[in-house]
């Protein structure tokens, strides 16, 4: 079998193969360690599935402090435990694929598939002129996967956002910090459509940091400038950036409606699984490749059909991404007619929703949880910020 796409969730996926004792190939258009755009955050919840604690090489800092700023508004959490990690996700992505190869996993590096035939006996694939046949695929190429068009038509633009990130050296080391800043203009009309707010972060690099802004459907210079007033706020702090080396992905806000055929999977942002409300992507990487490796274990083992892998996601991973871009129209909205520091401070004050926040990015509580406490709060939350 073969899986295309050597970021998280490729090698995970491959790891996971290998161990069931399939034969797995892996292939990445890239040579190996590449960079990939990304904020580096990496939530206990997502590393925590990765069976195994990760090693000291591979984590640039420990998170023990968040900083959550909007305007003039800022408040600071020491955390009791560590609740992330930051990585770079060259050394990341490499660690993946190294264990994929000590699963069993074959990697083949700057291969790219060119051509996909699927027919009830199995899979042709061409890769660079030569042609393999393989009883299933993963597709694990993120958000600009040309076999996933391929296969199953192009993503649309319109669901996508926008992510720049630039890593830096800086004088004073901010320590084990991940800063948030929410830089959204807050709308006072009720929003239908799903959106995506302008945001900012600050994570903690050794030596540095990781700073960055994303959105959807802003133009150009609305980035440039956020970007720039972070870098300026992040400068005041901690000294002048240098060795700074900025980037830009897409980032899928909206899974695809289609997730397998008979013996193709997407998996990752290939399959559209980012988080509406964050961006953050891995912890989904990680889940859907496991259910990937389930389904197409059971294909070849068993032959089961690949629409378990339909089922396992639809349970696992959809409804929270639904319920998300549900609430998102809402809460930009309520952002929009309160006023939103007031209303930050008083959730922040708030043991209960941190602590369940907390246990959220460790992976320990789910969303429902947060939203459960938040429609009690309600009342008091929103009466209370008006302006
Ligand atoms: C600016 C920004 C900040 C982010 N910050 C965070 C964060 O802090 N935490 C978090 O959890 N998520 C974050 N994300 C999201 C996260 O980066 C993605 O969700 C995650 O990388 C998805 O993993 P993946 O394996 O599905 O795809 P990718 O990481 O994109 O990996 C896909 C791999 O496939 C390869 N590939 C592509 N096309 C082909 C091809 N045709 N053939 C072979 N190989 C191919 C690529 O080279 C790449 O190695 C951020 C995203 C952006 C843009």
């Not at 640039?60 to 609740?83: K, M, N, W, Y």
């Not at 239908?192 to 210079?221: C, E, H, Q, S, Y």
Request: glycine fraction near 10%.
């Amino acid at each position: 079998m073969v899986i295309s796409g050597a970021g998280p969730a490729g090698a995970r996926a491959a790891s996971l193969c290998a161990r069931q004792g399939l034969r797995a190939l892996l292939l990445e258009r890239e040579a190996v360690p590449r960079e990939k755009c990304c904020a580096g955050g990496l939530l206990d919840r997502a590393s925590g599935l990765l069976g195994e604690p990760l090693p000291d090489r591979v984590i640039e800092q420990e998170i023990t402090s968040v900083g959550l700023i909007h305007r003039d508004f800022r408040t600071d959490f020491e955390l009791p435990t560590r609740a992330a990690v930051t990585v770079r996700r060259s050394v990341f992505d490499a660690y993946l694929v190294e264990r994929a190869e000590r699963s069993g996993a074959e990697m083949w590096t700057s291969s790219s598939i060119s051509k996909v035939r699927e027919s009830t006996e199995g899979l042709e694939i061409v890769i660079g002129g030569r042609s393999i046949r393989s009883r299933a695929l993963i597709v694990a190429e993120g958000a600009i996967s040309r076999t996933a068009s391929a296969l199953f038509g192009p993503y649309p633009g319109r669901n996508q956002g926008i992510g720049i990130a630039m890593t830096c050296t800086l004088p004073r080391d901010p320590g084990g910090r991940m800063e948030y800043y929410l830089m959204g203009t807050p709308i006072e009309r009720f929003p239908f459509r799903f959106k995506f707010p302008l945001n900012g972060w600050m994570f903690a690099t050794k030596g540095g940091a990781n700073i960055g802004v994303t959105g959807k459907d802003l133009g150009g210079a609305v980035y440039r400038d956020a970007l720039d007033a972070l870098q300026k706020e992040v400068e005041r702090k901690y000294g002048e950036a240098s060795e700074t080396r900025i980037s830009a992905h897409p980032i899928p806000m909206v899974p695809r409606r289609k997730l397998a055929t008979r013996r193709c999977v997407l998996i990752g942002d290939a399959a559209g699984f980012a988080s509406p409300l964050s961006g953050e992507g891995m912890t989904n990487a990680f889940r859907s490749a496991a259910h990937a490796a389930e389904a197409v274990s059971g294909l070849i083992h068993d032959d089961r059909p690949l629409s378990s892998y339909r089922r396992m996601v639809a349970t696992d991973i959809l409804p929270v991404l639904r319920a998300s871009r549900t609430i998102s129209p809402q809460a930009q909205w309520l952002m929009g007619i309160v006023d939103t520091s007031m209303l930050m401070r008083k959730m922040s004050g708030d043991a209960e929703l941190v602590s369940i926040c907390l246990d959220i990015s460790k992976g320990e509580r789910s969303w429902e949880a947060l939203l459960g406490v938040i429609a009690r709060r309600f009342p008091y939350l929103f009466f209370s910020s008006l302006t």
